[in-house]
């Protein structure tokens, strides 16, 4: 076993050009098998005759111990690419490791703001300025329509119909939407409108124009999006955890808590799969409780 660990790190470090970390990282999973065989077993038997059981046992052992369901699962990937070698090698007969599944990842709920931290936060921006219209508008924008911040940057002139107050976004893998926009959201990106500093090359696109640009006139970036925010959450004394997708998930999480169905919120984000959606009801259950828990007299 030694050898043969020995032999496919070798084929890393050269024939693979992997980096000195990752080498290490396989050198640290592949040794640790080898660690718990010798002490649950006396010795370490070759690669050819540990069996699925075998490793099943060791992945019982790593949950037993406390690990992480993403260092199981790294450490079993780690072991079945060593039998992939091990197989062209001739050393194995057969990937043990291969049958084995993964950990379930466990999904951390989403944070979000509730209705009177979203309220602090659209308020934050100065109204009197150009930059503090442009912030309100973007902020306003992002929770009205739940867009992520890519599809904000993206927007242009032509994708906003303020008389149907719908607006056209480009999601992932460019499919495109359409997505209500508030009277809130209207108000505030008028208002930025009238202010709004254009770069001279932008005036010839017309319709196709940025909606939100910097202060030189040119299109922002995520980046910016996400400095502006933190910038506010600091001044409003907002949960560290808040960032542009915080908007989003307490967009779907509020619609959820006022009964909009989830087939519903599932077209108005662009997910592809309801499965990723349903992720908001359980934050929504989680805020049902934490109401029910302060409200309701014998709830504890």
Known sequence: MHRSIAQFLQYLATERNASELTVKAYREDLFGLVEWLNATRGKTPAPHVLTPQDLRAFQAALQAAGYARTTIARKLASLRSFYRFA?????????PAKPLRNPRRQRKLPHVLNNEEVGQ?????????????????????????GLRVSELVALRDGDMDFEEQILRVRGKGRKERISPLGSYAIKAIRAYAKRRVRDPKAESLGRDAPVFVNRFGRILTTRSV?????????????????????????????????GADI?????????KSLATTQIYTHVSAANLLSVYEKAHPRAS
């Open 87 to 95: 197989m062209r090698q001739g050393i194995a007969t057969s990937n």
């Open 121 to 145: 936060l659209l308020l934050a921006p100065p109204a009197g300025e150009t930059a503090g219209l442009r912030d309100r508008a973007i902020l306003e924008t992002m929770y009205s329509a």
């Open 226 to 258: 996400g400095r502006m925010l933190d910038k506010y959450i600091a001044v409003v004394g907002l949960d560290t955890r808040t960032s542009p997708h915080t908007l989003r998930h307490s967009f779907a999480t509020h619609l959820l808590d006022r």
């Open 263 to 271: 087939r519903s919120v599932q077209e108005l984000l662009g997910h």
